[in-house]
């Protein structure tokens, strides 16, 4: 396992299109989170999983945004109708879902640009 | 929920010399502390981390120092390299909850 795998790198779209992004995650990591990040800011929290179960959703996750862990590996983020601001590096990361917190391992991220 | 200040969102140090990166956090439920590295085209790093019940923690020339009781936390880079030049977040987490990132440090190395 060669750590957090994010297809595609780069997304080009048009206004209003449909688009979605796929993460696997370590393989014996319970847990999966999507993070948003845009030009000189931090990650922003999107929503998280653990196995199958989505158990958080932020309030950036307007209804347009949906993600899915179908079967407790891999991931999809998929955004309706997108908008020039959805533009931006969206991030996966998965840990092993231990209590204490352990440091999550990110993938290199799908870089949208809507257009 | 918790919020997490990073400063200075530009640092540049002579190579050799320290750097410093300071964060504070808002939620006193927080008890994890990673910092992570990013360059250019690639995710976040995770490089060095600290938890509540310890006040110190040190990886080589990565140092990192926690204040409960002031709710700060920082990052201490010895004798600094060219390939140190990256952007680094702190960030915070209650117990097993997600974590939140500061907003970064561009950190330059200079020759």
């Known amino acids: 396992d060669t750590g957090v795998s994010q297809n595609p790198r780069h997304k080009i779209t048009k206004r209003g299109q449909n688009v979605t992004f796929r993460c696997d995650p370590i393989s014996e990591h319970n847990r999966l989170y999507w993070y948003r990040q845009t030009l000189g800011q931090g990650p922003e929290f999107l929503t998280y999983f653990q196995n199958e179960a989505q158990l958080e959703k932020s309030r950036l996750l307007s209804d347009r945004f949906s993600a899915e862990r179908p079967k407790g590996s891999f991931s999809t983020l998929e955004i309706q109708r997108t908008e020039q601001g959805d533009s931006a590096m969206y991030l996966c990361?998965?840990?092993?879902?231990?209590?204490?917190?352990?440091?999550?391992?990110f993938g290199s991220g799908t870089r949208l640009t809507v257009v | 929920g918790e919020n997490v200040e990073q400063h200075p969102s530009t640092l540049s140090v002579q190579e050799g010399d320290s750097a410093v990166i300071k964060c504070t956090y808002s939620?006193?439920?927080?008890?994890?502390f990673p910092w992570y590295k990013q360059e250019l085209g690639k995710g976040p790093q995770l490089i060095i981390d600290i938890r509540s019940n310890v006040g110190e923690k040190k990886d080589q020339r990565i140092a990192v120092t926690l204040n409960k009781t002031a709710k700060h936390f920082s990052l201490h880079i010895t004798e600094t390299q060219p390939e140190d030049s990256a952007v680094y977040f702190c960030?915070?987490?209650?117990?097993?909850?997600?974590?939140?990132f500061g907003k970064g440090t561009r950190l330059h190395i200079l020759p």
């Open positions: 939620d006193s439920a927080s008890n994890y």
């Open positions: 990361a998965s840990s092993p879902g231990r209590i204490p917190n352990y440091g999550y391992t």
């Open positions: 960030a915070a987490s209650p117990w097993d909850d997600k974590i939140i």
